[in-house]
């Protein structure tokens, strides 16, 4: 038998959803947020518990949240998902598992949502409009997420937060108020847990913590970013062609997108406040711009190279007259959109994960947005041409001039969509500085996350203020 602490410690650590993985931490409390009620004979009990780690760096404290299923016996069906056997003040002695693996689980938040309990410190709340289907069996998505994602049939997908902060999340905000105005381009949000934030005596702040999402499950959704390498496979496979030739030509989808993009920011500022913000402002983003270059050029040293270009870029941003700012998605990019026969939607309004939440939920240009999608119309043709395979040197050069042929075709038909007619000179200045800040924020992510491919953004870097 063992402490909690000492069991949850490496499963915090190797989960694929631990955003501080390489820095040393210490489990320095666990604390049972409820149980999840709705338990059956012979199934788990049902908890959710809040870690609190403290990291050896002196960083933060930062608090997961961990679901767990309690048996009196082990489950062999469930060993992949094992945590261990610990003494449960509430339960008893246990077998301990992951929930979000176990359908048994599952099936008591989808019962919660279903029929919200009152009177219990987890409190589960639904929208109207839509019936959820209680006997639906869930399955635990895959794939490199941040939280954790659980699909319920085919009717609704539940996201279980992992990073907990105090405060409202403003995924669940941005989908509750794009659900209520009628918005074609979010799933449509049917519900969240949250439970009050135990604080301590003379602390201030949300007395929230917002543990989980249910919302629309997209049936015929296909990823954003896979149907744009698709499309850029196919044109690498057509050497002779190009890209308005071949069938598998994105600029359509592009447009779609822009589209899209410019609706939901319209729903977005006619719910959420809207400011202009002086010419001094603009001073000031620029030089957050820098801060965030300065701090970079530490973890990134081959930016150094461009740094006078990128500070060049962003003292433009100075002589502008102002700009509009106003709630937008804050991390935009191919993968968080999704193709389905309804058009395209768009998922995880979380914003930067790297930014504290206070900073997340404040207004911010469009063009923040935009930017990051311009961005990743650059990274997909580029991420296909390294994992193309060897091939000789003129093909090679051949393929290099076809990805930066896809990456401006796309950017443009994205553009021209979003704006629905000419960028004001102004308007190019703000974004030129919004794609480069993101170029920056990208050598860092890939640093940290996938160092084979830092070279995609510093080539973007190298290319500012060439063309
Ligand atoms: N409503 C939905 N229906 C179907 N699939 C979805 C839905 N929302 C998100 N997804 C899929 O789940 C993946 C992860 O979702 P996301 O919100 O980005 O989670 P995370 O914050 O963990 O990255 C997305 O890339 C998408 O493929
Ligand atoms: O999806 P997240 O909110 O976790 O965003 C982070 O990870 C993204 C990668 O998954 C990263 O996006 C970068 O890589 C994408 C290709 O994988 C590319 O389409 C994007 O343009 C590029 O920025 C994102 O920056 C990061 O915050």
New binding site residues.
Partial sequence: MTDPLELLQPFIEQSRWFGGKGRAFTLTGVRRLGEVPGHVADGPRVAIDLATLAYEDGGEDEYYQVPLAFYPEPQARLEHAYIGEWADGDFGTSHVYDAVHDREAMACWLRSFAAPPEGLALSFHRLPGHELDVEAHSTLFTG?Q?NSSVAFGEDSLLKVFRKITPGVNPDIAIHDVLTRAGSEHVAALYGWLQCPALRQEGENGDAVLQLAMLQQFLRTATDG?DLALASVRNLFAEADLHADEVGGDFAGEAARLGEALAETHHTLADHFPVEERASDDLGALAAAMNRRLDAALDVVPDLAAHADELRHVYAALSGLPGVRVQRIHG?L????TLRTVRGWKIV?F?G??AKPLSERALPDSPWRDVA?ML??FD??PR?VERTWGEDQEGAIEQRAYRAAEWSTRNRDAFLAAYAGRDLTPEERTLLEAYVAD?AV??TV?ETRNRPTWVGIPLAAVARIGVS
């Avoid at 990019?333 to 968080?336: F, N, R, T, Y």
């Fill in positions: 490199e941040s970013w991390d990019h191919l993968g968080q995880d979380e930067e994960p990051g961005r990743s990274y997909a991420v993101k924020y990208e992510y």
